[in-house]
C-alpha cells in the first residue's frame, strides 16, 4: 500500500465551481448522477484530470454534454478534458445495502445514511475528494422516503422528491445524505442578529423520547458560541440525525449533523449521568464543528488537528463553563493518560500533526484529538486571554471560507503577540510525552526549581530537541496556605532553574497545577508530602493529583513487595471524602484509584514488568481494605448524598449521585450487595439502576439482576450493549474471555453494529487482566472477531486493534502469545489496508 507525505502536497489540478447530485435511491441500486462545473487551477502545475471513486459502476461520463470515455481504475478515474473549464456529467451506481463498512452511502436499520469523513464521498460518485476542494453543492434526492435529507436549505419538495442548497462552500468529506422513516423532535434558536433557526432531531419512531437532552444541549452550544466567540450560525435549518450503526461518535456535516444513536438519545431510565455529560459534549463539539472545521477547514489530512483539537479544546470550555471546571480538567486529564499517554509511549506514538499515513482513518487518535487540545490550552496559557481572544477573531476573520494549514494557524497568534512561536511548532511535529523531572532547594530566601525536560525516541523519531513548556506552579507555606501568587514559568531549554524570592520558609511546590503541559512529572517526594497537597493544595487538578499519586504509590508497593495497604493513603482519603467543603463530584473522582493500565505503565517506566494479575490482586486487596477502614464514612456519604429531587442530569445531581455510588462500591465489599439489591430495586434512573448492578456483579450476586436488566430492556439497543459490556467488564480475570465469548454467542450479538461489537469484544480489551490472562485466551478470542469483521467493516477493526498496542510491557510469554495473534491477523488474505498498517504499526 502508498504511503502520503505531508512534504508531497501539491495543490489541486482543477478547482470545483459548482456540485449538482440527484440520488434515484434505491437499497441495492442507487443512481447518483452528478453536474461538476471544474476551473483550471491557476496554482496548480498540471492540468490532469483525475477524479477519486471506489465500489461504484460507471453507467456514463460526458464532458460539456458530449459522451466520453474515461480510464476507470479501482480507486478512480482519469479523462482528458479542455484546457478551460467545462462541466462534467456522470452517472454511477452504488449498493447501499452491501455497504457494511459504514462509509459512504448505506443503511442503517431500514434508512439510508451517510458517512463521507475521511474519504467517504470517493464511494458515492467520481470526485476529487479532497479537503481543499470546497464548492457549492444542490442536492436533488428521489425515491419516496417519507423524509429525505441533506446540506444547507431545503429547495422545492414534493411528492417523491426533495431539494436542497448549500450556500457554503465546503469540502466533500462535509456533504451528508439521510432518507427513511424518521421523525423529528423540533425546536427554534434566535440567533445573536435575530434570525431564527429551525432545529430537529431526526430519530427512529419510539426514540422521539429521548431527544429534549439534546435539543437543550444544542441551543446551549449555539449561545456559548455566541457568547465566547461572536460565531452565529449560518443556514436556516439545523438538522440532527440518530443512526444505529455509526463507526464512530457523530460527524459534522454542513447543516445535517449525524450521529451514533448513542451519542445523541437520552432519558433519565435509560441514560447514566456520563452518558448524559457525553451526549452534551459531543452535540456541543459537533456544532462547534460549524465554525471550526466546516467554515474554516483543513488543506489536508495531515492539518487534522487544525479542527480537531481546536474543537475539542472549545467543547472542553463548554462543559467547564456549563458545569464544573476541576471535575472537567480532571477528567480530560484521566483519558489522557488512559489513552493519549499510552498511545505517546508505545508503537503507535506519532505526532498531533504526522507526517505521513497509509490510511487516513487510522490518524482518528487521541494524540490528534487529546493531546491536539492539549496544544491549543498551551498556547492559550503561554499567550494569555487577552491575546488568545484577539488571535481567535483573527483567526476567524482571516481563513473564513479557506481550506488551512497548522503555520496558518500558528501565524494568525504571531501576528497577535509577536512571539516567535517557531519552537512551539516541534509540539505538533514531534511525538512522544516529555518526561519533566524537577528537584528543589531553598536558601536564604530564595526557593528554586531545576526541571529537565527529555522525550524518549518515538517511531521514525530518535532526536527530540527541547520544546517550549508552560508550567504552572504556587507555593504553599508549612501552615497550608499559599505564598505566592500562581505563576507560569516558560521552560524553553533542556534545562532550567526558576527563582521565587522573599520567601520566609522552605514551601511546599505545587507544579504542574491545572495539568498545564501534557507531560510526564517526575520528582522525588514523599507520601506525608502527597498528603499534605491533598489536604491543601487549593488548586483543584493538583490535589486530586496529590491523592491519586499516594494511591498509586501504595499500590505500586503492594504490587512489588506485597506490602500492606498504606495507612496513610487510607486515611487522607477518608479525610477527604468527608470534607462537606469540597464538590462532591470531585470527592467521587477522587475516591478514584488508578486504573490497572496506569499501573501496568507506571511499572514498565520505572524499568518493571507488569503482572496484570498481581495489579488486579492489589486494586482488590486496597478496595477490600478502604471498604473496611471507611465503613462508616461510606454509609454516611450514602446516606448525605441521596437525591430526593426529581432526576435531572446536571453537575449537582450527578456529582451526589457519583459520590453515593462511589460509597455504595464500598459499602457492597462489607454487606455483600444488600445495599446494592435495595438500590436496584427502588432505582429510578439508569444511573442507580446501573451502578447497583455493577456492585451486585463484583460481589457475585448478580444473576437475578441481570436477568431482570434484560427482560427490562430486551427493546432498547443502547442499553442492552450496556447489558453485554457489563457482564465482561465484571466479570473475574479467568472468565472474561469465556463470558465475552458466551456473549458472541448471543441472539442478540451483531458484529455489524460497532457498538454492540464494542460493548462484547471492546469491553474485553478494556479489561486488562482479564484480556492480558496468562492462558491467552483473551487474545485469542479478540484476534478471531477481528479477522471476522475486517472484511465487513475495516475501519473499526482497526481501531480495535490498539488493543494489542501495549504488548511489548508484558512478559516473554505474553509477548509470544500476542504477536502470534497478530502475525495471525496479518496474515489473513485480503487484509484491508486499515488493519494491515495497524498491526504493521504494532508489530514493528
Ligand atoms: N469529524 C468526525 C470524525 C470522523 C468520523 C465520524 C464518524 C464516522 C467516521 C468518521 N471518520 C472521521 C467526528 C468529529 O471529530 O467530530
Ligand atoms: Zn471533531
Known amino acids: 500500500p502508498q504511503t502520503i507525505h505531508l512534504a508531497d502536497y501539491t495543490p489541486p489540478n482543477w478547482l470545483v465551481t459548482g456540485v449538482h447530485l440527484t440520488f434515484r435511491l434505491d437499497p441495492t441500486r442507487t443512481r447518483v448522477l452528478s453536474r461538476i462545473g471544474f476551473a483550471p487551477n491557476p496554482d496548480a502545475k498540471s492540468r490532469e484530470f483525475k477524479l477519486d471513486g471506489e465500489k461504484m459502476t460507471l453507467i456514463r461520463a460526458k464532458i460539456d454534454g458530449t459522451e466520453v470515455t474515461p480510464h476507470v481504475t479501482e480507486t478512480g478515474l482519469t479523462c482528458d478534458v479542455p484546457d478551460g473549464p467545462f462541466t462534467w456529467e456522470a452517472e454511477v451506481e452504488i449498493n447501499p445495502s452491501a455497504n457494511t463498512a459504514l462509509e459512504g452511502l448505506y443503511m442503517s436499520s431500514g434508512m439510508y445514511c451517510t458517512q463521507c469523513e475521511a474519504e467517504g464521498f470517493r464511494k458515492i460518485t467520481y470526485y476529487p475528494d479532497r479537503p481543499d476542494v470546497m464548492a457549492v453543492f444542490d442536492v436533488r434526492i428521489e425515491g419516496g422516503e417519507p423524509v429525505m435529507l441533506s446540506n444547507g436549505n431545503p429547495g422545492k419538495m414534493g411528492d417523491g422528491f426533495a431539494e436542497w442548497h448549500d450556500p457554503w462552500p465546503k469540502p466533500a468529506y462535509l456533504f451528508a445524505l439521510v432518507a427513511g422513516r424518521l421523525v423529528a423532535h423540533p425546536g427554534t434558536f434566535t440567533t445573536m442578529s435575530g434570525r431564527d433557526v429551525d432545529l430537529n432531531i431526526w430519530v427512529r419512531p419510539g426514540d422521539e423520547g429521548k431527544c429534549a437532552f439534546g435539543m437543550e444541549a444544542l441551543k446551549a452550544s449555539m449561545r456559548w458560541d455566541e457568547e465566547k466567540y461572536r460565531r452565529e450560525y449560518d443556514l436556516d435549518l439545523f438538522n440532527i440525525v440518530a443512526v444505529d450503526d455509526f463507526n464512530m461518535g457523530a460527524m459534522e456535516n454542513k447543516g445535517l449533523n449525524i450521529f451514533n444513536s448513542s451519542c445523541v438519545l437520552a432519558s433519565p431510565e435509560t441514560s447514566t449521568d456520563a452518558n448524559f455529560e457525553r451526549i452534551e459534549a459531543i452535540i456541543a463539539h459537533e456544532y462547534f464543528h460549524n465554525w471550526t472545521g466546516n467554515r474554516i477547514t483543513c488543506r489536508d489530512w495531515f492539518q487534522l488537528c487544525l479542527k480537531e483539537g481546536l474543537t475539542v479544546f472549545r467543547d472542553a470550555q463548554f462543559t467547564s463553563d456549563l458545569r464544573s471546571a476541576p471535575v472537567k480538567r480532571i477528567e480530560d486529564v484521566i483519558t489522557l493518560r488512559a489513552r493519549q499517554f499510552r498511545e505517546d509511549n508505545g508503537p503507535l506514538a506519532h505526532p498531533v500533526r504526522p507526517s505521513s499515513f497509509v490510511e487516513i482513518n487510522n490518524f482518528y487518535t487521541a494524540t490528534v484529538y487529546e493531546k491536539g487540545a492539549e496544544l ?412 471476522k469483521l475486517d472484511p465487513l467493516n475495516p475501519q473499526t477493526t482497526a481501531r480495535m486493534c490498539s488493543a494489542f498496542e501495549t504488548w511489548r510491557r508484558y512478559d516473554a510469554d505474553r509477548q509470544k502469545l500476542i504477536e502470534a495473534q497478530l502475525r495471525r491477523i496479518a496474515g489473513q488474505e485480503g487484509l484491508s489496508r486499515d488493519t494491515a498498517e495497524m498491526v504493521g504499526r504494532i508489530l514493528a
Open 376 to 787: 491549543i490550552g498551551m498556547l492559550k496559557t503561554l499567550v494569555g486571554d487577552e491575546a488568545w481572544s484577539k488571535a481567535l477573531a483573527l483567526y476567524f476573520d482571516r481563513h473564513d471560507g479557506q481550506a488551512c494549514t497548522i503555520e496558518d494557524w500558528l501565524r494568525v497568534f504571531e501576528d497577535v503577540t509577536g512571539r516567535d512561536l517557531a519552537q512551539f511548532k516541534r509540539w505538533y511535529e514531534d511525538a512522544g510525552t516529555p518526561r519533566l523531572s524537577v528537584t528543589d532547594s531553598y536558601k536564604d530566601g530564595i526557593y528554586t526549581l531545576h526541571f529537565r525536560q527529555e522525550t524518549p525516541p518515538t517511531p521514525g523519531q530518535s532526536e527530540k530537541p527541547p520544546r517550549v513548556i508552560p508550567i504552572k506552579v504556587g507555593l504553599l507555606g508549612q501552615d497550608g496556605k499559599e505564598v505566592a501568587e500562581t505563576r507560569v514559568l516558560e521552560m524553553t531549554e533542556a534545562e532550567q532553574s526558576f527563582e521565587f524570592t522573599g520567601l520566609a520558609a522552605q514551601p511546599v511546590p505545587s507544579i504542574l497545577r491545572d495539568f498545564s503541559a501534557p507531560v510526564i512529572l517526575q520528582r522525588e517526594t514523599t507520601n506525608a508530602e502527597r498528603a499534605f497537597l491533598l489536604a491543601h493544595d487549593t488548586d483543584p487538578f493538583n490535589k486530586w493529583e496529590a491523592g491519586r499519586a499516594l494511591a498509586r504509590e501504595g499500590l505500586l508497593a503492594m504490587i512489588r513487595s506485597d506490602a500492606a495497604p498504606d495507612a496513610a493513603y487510607l486515611e487522607a482519603s477518608a479525610t477527604m471524602a468527608r470534607d462537606e467543603s469540597l464538590d462532591p463530584a470531585f470527592r467521587a473522582l477522587a475516591l478514584g484509584l488508578p486504573s490497572q493500565d496506569d499501573l501496568a505503565q507506571a511499572i514498565h517506566d520505572a524499568g518493571g514488568t507488569p503482572d496484570p494479575q498481581a495489579i488486579w490482586d492489589a486494586l482488590e486487596a486496597l478496595k477490600d481494605a478502604r471498604a473496611e477502614a471507611m465503613e462508616d464514612t461510606a454509609r454516611g456519604l450514602y446516606d448525605a448524598h441521596q437525591v430526593t429531587a426529581p432526576y435531572a442530569p446536571d453537575a449537582a445531581q450527578s456529582g451526589a449521585r457519583a459520590l453515593a455510588n462511589a460509597a455504595l462500591a464500598m459499602i457492597t465489599r462489607r454487606d455483600g450487595g444488600a445495599a446494592a439489591q435495595a438500590q436496584y430495586d427502588a432505582a429510578g434512573n439508569m444511573t442507580q439502576q446501573l451502578a447497583a448492578l455493577a456492585c451486585l456483579l463484583q460481589a457475585g450476586k448478580g444473576d437475578l439482576a441481570l436477568g431482570r436488566f434484560y427482560d427490562q430492556w430486551q427493546d432498547d439497543r443502547l442499553v442492552i450493549d450496556k447489558w453485554f459490556s457489563l457482564q465482561v467488564g465484571y466479570a473475574a480475570p479467568e472468565d472474561a474471555a469465556e463470558v465475552a465469548e458466551r456473549l458472541t454467542q448471543h441472539p442478540d450479538f451483531t458484529m455489524k453494529n460497532p457498538n454492540r461489537f464494542r460493548a462484547t469484544l471492546g469491553a474485553l480489551a478494556g479489561s486488562p487482566a482479564g484480556f492480558h490472562h496468562a492462558s491467552g485466551k483473551g487474545y485469542a478470542l479478540l484476534a478471531d472477531w477481528l479477522i
